[in-house]
């Protein structure tokens, strides 16, 4: 849980200082390493970065378009090529808005949880190679300040009433 209060180093050649500004220096490194693998394609050739809006549709719910672009701050019409690709492919359907008949919900179909599930194993696979000379303590260490760090970074992302942040799914959640 983050607190209200934003700590500073003590004094200059503190560790925090230190430890903050090599954090800083990674973020971005991983922020490309993500980009890197977004713009891959799945083993069955499938583009990576639509297929990654499928997740928080099934974790949220059936999105109207433009929540989702929001929900995953994310350009609006490259949500829209995508959604058009997913939905092209069978992994995604329109459903009416019970709400708004004029409108429509971007539903996961049942093909499209069996792509989220390959995504899942090469994702995890690849997660297994590259972490495979760690001991299970130092992984089970990294998920569980990684997934603080992510409810940290999201709780103090600036907000307004129509963006709400993804909720982590249980299997997320150290």
Same mark, same amino acid.
């Given at each position: 849980?983050?607190?209200?209060?934003?700590?500073?180093?003590?004094?200059? @050649?503190?560790? +925090?200082?230190?430890? /903050?500004?090599? *954090?800083?220096?990674?973020? !971005?490194?991983?922020?490309?390493?993500v980009h890197a693998l977004k713009s891959s394609?799945?083993?069955?050739?499938?583009?990576?970065?639509a297929l990654t809006l499928l997740f928080p549709l099934e974790r949220? @719910?059936?999105? +109207?378009?433009?929540? /989702?672009?929001? *929900?995953?701050?994310?350009? !609006?019409?490259?949500v829209s090529r995508h959604v058009a690709a997913l939905i092209e492919q069978g992994l995604v359907r329109r459903v009416a808005?019970?709400?708004?008949?004029?409108?429509?919900?971007l539903v996961v179909t049942d093909a499209g949880r069996r792509a989220m599930a390959q995504v899942r194993a090469e994702r995890e696979a690849h997660l297994a190679?590259?972490?495979?000379?760690?001991?299970?303590?130092?992984l089970s260490t990294l998920a569980r300040l990684f997934g603080r760090l992510l409810d940290d970074l999201t709780a103090a992302?600036?907000?307004?009433?129509?963006?709400?942040?993804?909720?982590?799914?249980?299997?997320?959640?150290p």
């Open positions: 849980m983050p607190s209200s209060a934003v700590p500073g180093p003590a004094a200059p @050649g503190d560790d +925090r200082l230190t430890d /903050l500004h090599t *954090l800083g220096e990674q973020l !971005p490194r991983f922020i490309r390493l394609r799945t083993a069955d050739g499938r583009d990576r970065a949220v @719910g059936p999105l +109207r378009q433009g929540a /989702l672009a929001e *929900l995953v701050h994310a350009d !609006p019409s490259t808005d019970e709400t708004d008949g004029r409108a429509s919900r190679r590259a972490t495979a000379g760690w001991t299970a303590a130092d992302l600036p907000t307004d009433q129509h963006t709400a942040p993804v909720p982590a799914s249980p299997r997320e959640k």
